[in-house]
């Protein structure tokens, strides 16, 4: 059997640390496994834990301070063969910066086996305690908050979903906890509480006497994988107007149509169904949407531009209509009036004071009912300026899943009668 | 069926992110993750409907890191985000750019700072992404300035991640990406699968050994022949932690050289030099669009206007800085208040005869450019 260590390895850790003892302990439960080393990557952490990749003769991955569970993850996502072992190794300090990355693992189950050193300092920059030191590390480490619990990594864990999850001394029967937790299918976390020389706790007596109390904690699920899909080009679903000669439009058109209502209202979609139908007329179209943060309450508005010749610029520089069904609009389109052409108004808000262009208003909620106002006045508009046949705009509301009640609107407008103010 | 005002064609009404999700998968990504974050909500549906493998993640780190491990063993990874999650992306776009793992972000720009204003466009992001590696090396950057550059540049990018081992951004804005544009599907080039160049020797595989173009051939881990290694921290080809010996110096210095070199590789640009012209427009992104609309303009008015629009932003293709260096004048449009592809062209020193056209809260007009150019 080949082996997971390199040949005469050389130990980077202070004498007595138990990071050593964990080392051994992994490259050996992997060997008992009958791990070859090209079928296991070790991910490692920074911090004094994360400096075991020169001794592994297995892949190793490198990271980032408190990001190897994410980091596996996506490893283990990746890796089509699932009888390729993943094995993260971080210290107490990486497990609290990343503690939502052990949770989402958890909650998902993925298949890997997540190995935490808390030696309950952090020993790479002068032995500060962590979120997993004991009360009595955090005094002796003059954190000021020894009142404060740490963290049980392993209630977490197993509350999240973990298929295994176990604290033990590293004094202890480390390798064993390893090699129950590589037999796992699933997230499985081993939690080994250790001793650090130089800032921790230095003696085996100590460590007995401060470290949370021995636990494994499992839990019978199927571990997570992302399935792979096969899924139709999205040019296929792409909105295609088939253009028609009968309804060509002139060459040289240029128009800006802002439409602006409540949210919930039909906005978007008249909008749309414009811009559609400019290309069935032979035209291009842009079409753009604003509304505030909540998409079912307050304003929303609409700019579609209409034009013989490729649009560069998807701006409105003067809209040639302002079609506005609802005081919302009004207020949200009150800014664009200044230089537009023409206003499309319901019959139920008032001319704004000081606009000087061409002002029509109907009753479009009354004949179309909220939901259809927009289109409704839109609709209208079309009509009366003759931009386009409303046929071009039933055709492409044709395919639409509201076809009937977008048809509706439409056919409203015909009955609306409206006044030139 | 032809269409005489339309010119014929396959016209559809797309949005930005439908054609640069669809070219990212033709090229051959083949995983998405990501947190929903506007102006990418597209993106990330988009890729729901059309990605192999896709997940939505926790958080804007988690992303990255799943995309880095994913890289890693083999797939192309893509997200999209905007300013609020790429700043929590940064220190990981930085591991990935430290390990060479290919990878594609899609950064649609809002304005800001900070959380700002979700559903504005802007272009704020670019003297961000200039510093974002520290130490100052080059993140490919591209940014297409219409719809169809979302479609040729996705799948660019794509390419250049694969073949220079690195993470590319495509810098985009809202504008770009939820606007609906009229495209003609016919008019469009072919994308083609990107070749992964893998390591195929007898071995010894040494990791971050760089044979010609400067770019080590590449491992999935978990490779059944040889191990590998992949190393956030400074290494040399090994793989393994050097700290600053010569070799890892000379590692390091490589990320650097590769970028550098093989920039020619992508470097994309529109140049109108127009005859007589005295003065140039700049623009890049959404802003190129009213930038095109005004030398036109101009042109028609009897003042020819020559116009560059830059779609590699980082680095700068040595052509448009030689564009620019043979105008007196030069005009930079750009959708921020402070100059940030003007400040990167010439310092906060500036230039003589370089001024800029800036806005924010709302698209620069071709007025805004034009009045500019004349004054
Ligand atoms: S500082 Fe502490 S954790 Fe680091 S090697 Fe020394 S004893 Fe071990
Ligand atoms: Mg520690």
């Not at chain 1, 176990?166 to 004094?171: G, S």
């Not at chain 1, 389109?333 to 139920?348: E, K, S, T, Y």
């Not at chain 2, 649609?108 to 979700?118: F, I, K, L, W």
């Amino acid at each position: 059997m080949s082996r997971i260590l390199v040949e005469s390895p050389s130990y980077p850790y202070c004498p007595g640390c138990t990071h050593t003892t964990a080392a051994v302990a992994i490259a050996r439960a992997l060997e008992a496994a009958g791990t070859d080393p090209l079928d296991v990557v070790v991910v490692t952490d920074i911090g004094c834990c994360g400096i075991i990749d020169p001794l592994l003769a297995c892949h190793t991955v490198h990271g980032l301070h408190g990001r190897a569970v994410a980091l596996g993850m996506g490893i283990r996502l990746g890796i089509e063969d699932p009888r390729k072992r993943v094995v993260v190794i971080q210290g107490d300090g990486g497990a609290t910066i990343g503690l939502q990355h052990l949770l989402e693992a958890s909650r998902l189950n993925v298949d890997m086996t997540v190995i935490v050193l808390n030696n309950m300092v952090y020993g790479m920059t002068g032995g500060q305690a962590s979120g997993l030191s004991a009360r009595e590390v955090r005094e002796m480490r003059g954190m000021g908050d020894g009142a404060v619990p740490p963290y049980d990594l392993c209630s977490l864990a197993h509350a999240a979903g973990a298929a295994y999850s176990a604290r033990v001394l590293a004094t202890g029967d480390l390798q064993a906890r390893l090699s129950a937790a590589l037999a796992v299918r699933g997230l499985s976390l081993v939690e080994a509480v250790g001793i650090c020389h130089a800032y921790g706790i230095a003696s085996r007596e100590d460590l007995e006497r401060l470290a949370a109390p021995e636990t494994v904690l499992v839990r019978d699920r199927e571990p997570y994988s992302m399935s792979r899909r096969e899924l139709p080009s999205l040019l296929d679903g792409a909105i295609r107007p088939r253009p028609s000669p009968e309804w060509a439009s002139l060459p040289g058109t240029r128009l800006g149509v802002v439409i602006a209502g409540s949210a919930g209202e039909g906005v978007q979609i008249a909008a749309e169904l414009l811009a559609s139908a400019g290309i069935a007329i032979g035209l291009r179209s842009t079409k753009k949407g604003e509304y505030p943060i909540t998409v079912g309450k307050g304003f929303s508005t609409a700019e579609v531009i209409l034009s013989s010749d490729r649009i560069e610029y998807s701006a409105i520089e003067r809209p040639d209509v302002v079609i506005v069904t609802s005081k919302e609009g009004m207020d949200a389109a009150r800014g664009m009036l200044g230089n537009a052409a023409a206003l499309v108004l319901d019959d139920g808000l008032e001319v704004p004071g000081g606009f000087t262009g061409t002002c029509m208003s109907a009753p479009f909620r009354k004949a179309a009912g909220a939901k259809g106002a927009a289109l409704c006045a839109l609709a209208y508009w079309l009509a009366e300026s003759g931009v386009m046949p409303l046929e071009a705009l039933e055709e492409v509301a044709g395919p639409h899943r509201h076809a009937v009640e977008l048809r509706r609107a439409i056919e409203s407008s015909r009955t609306c009668a409206g006044n030139i103010l | 069926m032809a269409h005489p005002a339309a010119g014929g064609g396959d016209l559809v009404s797309a949005d930005g992110s439908m054609l640069v999700i669809e070219a990212l998968a033709r090229a051959g990504a083949d995983a998405f993750v990501g947190y929903p974050i506007t102006p990418t909500n597209l993106i990330f549906s988009h890729a729901n409907a059309r990605f192999p493998l896709f997940r939505s993640s926790t958080d804007e780190i988690s992303a990255a890191q799943t995309m880095s491990g994913l890289s890693a063993a083999g797939k192309l990874p893509v997200t999209g985000t905007s300013f609020p999650g790429f700043a929590l992306m940064l220190e990981t776009v930085n591991m990935a750019f430290m390990m060479e793992l290919p990878m594609v972000i899609v950064l649609g720009q809002r304005m800001g700072p900070s959380t700002g204003s979700a559903t504005t466009g802007a272009q704020g992001d670019l003297l961000l992404l200039r510093g974002a590696i520290s130490g100052g090396y080059a993140l490919p950057v591209l940014c297409p300035s219409n719809p169809e550059d979302c479609w040729t540049l996705a799948a660019e990018a794509a390419k250049v991640a694969v073949s220079l081992r690195t993470p590319v951004v495509l810098l985009t804005s809202k504008e770009m990406l939820m606007t609906r544009w009229t495209v003609d599907l016919s008019a469009l080039p072919e994308v083609r699968r990107v070749e992964w160049p893998a390591y195929d020797g007898d071995g010894p595989y040494v990791p971050y050994r760089a044979g010609e173009g400067l770019v080590p051939p590449f491992l999935p881990t978990c490779d059944g022949s040889h191990r590998t290694r992949f190393n956030a921290s400074t290494h040399d080809e090994t793989g393994l932690i050097r700290k600053a010996s010569p070799g890892a110096i000379a590692n390091t210095e490589r990320l650097w050289r590769k970028v550098r070199e093989r920039a020619g590789e992508f470097a994309f640009l529109d140049l109108d030099a127009r005859d007589g012209a005295s003065t140039l427009i700049v623009s890049y992104g959404m802003t190129a669009g009213a930038a095109r609309v005004a030398a036109a303009r101009l042109g028609k008015a009897g003042r020819p206007t020559s116009l560059l629009v830059l779609k590699t932003l980082l680095p700068l293709p040595q052509e448009a800085l030689d564009a620019i260096s043979r105008y007196d004048r030069v005009v930079v449009a750009e959708e921020n208040l402070t100059g940030l592809l003007r400040e990167m062209l010439h310092g906060t020193v500036g230039r003589e005869g370089v001024t800029g056209v800036n806005a924010i809260g709302r698209m620069v007009s071709p007025d805004d450019i034009i009045k500019e150019v004349r004054r």
